[in-house]
DNA sequence: ACAAGTAGGTTTCTAATGGTAACTATGTTT
DNA sequence: AAACATAGTTACCATTAGAAACCTACTTGT
């Protein structure tokens, strides 16, 4: 006997995906990891790049661009010489952290089990 | 005169990013709808499809098999007929739920925020 | 004076990822 | 017999990400 499919469980047509639109917000490579650098306080380009390593050049300047373009954040040059560049989170950047910390959140206890399933697995 | 480089906010070498960690295990698209759209309970292929329309199926079978290897869900194949596969979140899946819901609820600021300048926009 | 360094990127090239559409196999319903 | 359902796969193309080199303007060290 063939299945019956369930029901579906978040009804499309009314009204649109409201996680896909914060994911949205926060896509890209290294993005999260922006925002949360700046939940802080300003920042350079350069001070970014130290504090997220892995990020080259050219995708942090992508990414800058992209999250200034969507209101995340602000770019703010300074006549200093040479010009250095700071990056600060809008309101709007402000209204994420309380996402991205919940995603910290579950990274600790992501870390918590890795270590539980070490010690499980060293005792086999 | 040029500037000094503030110090970094979280230093690298001892420890590896909780951000990242975590953000790797819901990475790819559309991994974190499917995650929501498993939290209440088990779910077919076909289902997860309807849940999510824009996903296809190339990418649909990717995330599942992907998500499956890093332990997030379980693939249960039932002898129906046709053969039908049921997807269910695994213990450490569940604990992804908590970052989705805060990532949603922005997603809920989002929409009023948008609500509003929108009225504002048109008041112009 | 001249080389090297700093700041904030851009350019080029390659590899991985995502999207669209068509196609498959087995078995059931009409 | 033709059509449909399930759970995908395959081929092809467009977009994105990553690595490494390069660039302009200004300053510092020798």
Redesign the pocket.
């Known amino acids: ?3 019956k ?1 369930r029901k579906n469980r978040s009804p499309k047509p009314p009204e649109p995906c409201l996680l896909t639109e914060c994911m949205q917000v926060i896509a ?3 993005a999260p990891n922006v925002i949360w650098s700046l939940r802080a306080g300003p920042r ?4 970014l790049k130290v504090d997220i390593p ?6 942090l ?2 990414r ?1 661009s992209e999250l200034e373009e969507r209101g995340v954040l602000l ?1 703010h040059v300074r006549p200093t ?6 990056y600060e989170l809008t309101d709007l950047g402000e209204e994420l952290i309380p996402a991205l910390e919940a995603i910290v959140e579950v990274g600790h206890k992501l870390k918590a089990r890795r270590g539980y399933h070490a010690v499980a697995e060293a005792a086999e």
Not at 44 to 47: A, I, K, L, T, V
Not at 54 to 59: A, D, I, R, T
Not at 81 to 86: A, F, H, K
């Open positions: 006997m063939p299945l499919m890209g490579a290294w350079r380009f350069s001070e892995p990020v080259s050049s050219k995708v300047s992508a800058l770019r010489s040479p010009p250095s560049v700071e």
